[in-house]
Structure formats: C-alpha cells, structure tokens
Nanobody, 119 residues
Framework: QVQLVESGGGLVQPGGSLRLSCATS????????MGWYRQAPGKERELVAR???????NYADSVRGRFTVSRDNAENTAYLQMNNLKPEDTAVYYC?????????????WGQGTQVTVSS
C-alpha cells in the first residue's frame, strides 16, 4: 500500500520559515518526480515546486528564491523548505508523486498539511 504522509505545517508569522516533509512508503521512490502543490480557499490547486528523480527542480514564480525543494532517496522523503513566508502562502500543501515514463505506476497524493502565515 502506497502512502505519502506530509508533516511540518503550522502557524507562522510573516517572514518566518517552515520545513515540510513528505515521507513515502510502498513505492519505488527513485522512480518518481516529487511535487509540492498548494490550494488556498476558493482557489485551484497549483504547483509550488517539484524535483525529478535526477534532482532537477522547478518552481512557481511566486515562490522562487524563497522555497527550496529537495529529496533524500535513502529516506524515501521529499522536503520543502519555505523561507520568508508571506500571508499569500497560506494554503493546504499537498505532496505528489508522479512516476517517470520509464516505470509503470500511478500518481499519488498525500493528505495535505495546513500552512497558515499570519501575525
């Protein structure tokens, strides 16, 4: 059974930092691109950042320079370091695992973790 479990969300003041973790089990972690998405109330889910199995990264314009996505293949875990947080970063953050074309598999989502940026 595949599981993606996010942790690390919470309430933080503007300018603060949080580090999200996505611990996975039951999948061939190295064969997946790991992504972080977020969804704010009344808005569509959007891509925040992702990292390929080879370590390539890309970011949404709104977070580039403030957020850093990483992965630990030995621990089957992906991370999202969020610095200089702004109120507009408030959302539920979801971890996503998308299989590389070379492997047979499906896409998976975590249950989400709330991030609230407020003074």
């Amino acid at each position: 059974q595949v599981q993606l479990v996010e942790s690390g969300g919470g309430l933080v003041q503007p300018g603060g930092s949080l580090r999200l973790s996505c611990a996975t089990s039951g999948l061939f972690f190295r064969g997946y691109t790991m992504g972080w998405y977020r969804q704010a109330p009344g808005k569509e889910r959007e891509l925040v950042a992702r990292i390929t199995s080879g370590g390539g990264t890309n970011y949404a314009d709104s977070v580039r320079g403030r957020f850093t996505v990483s992965r630990d293949n030995a621990e089957n875990t992906a991370y999202l370091q969020m610095n200089n947080l702004k109120p507009e970063d408030t959302a539920v953050y979801y971890c996503n695992a998308r299989p590389n074309p070379s492997i047979a598999g499906q896409e998976y989502w975590g249950q989400g973790t709330q991030v609230t940026v407020s003074s």
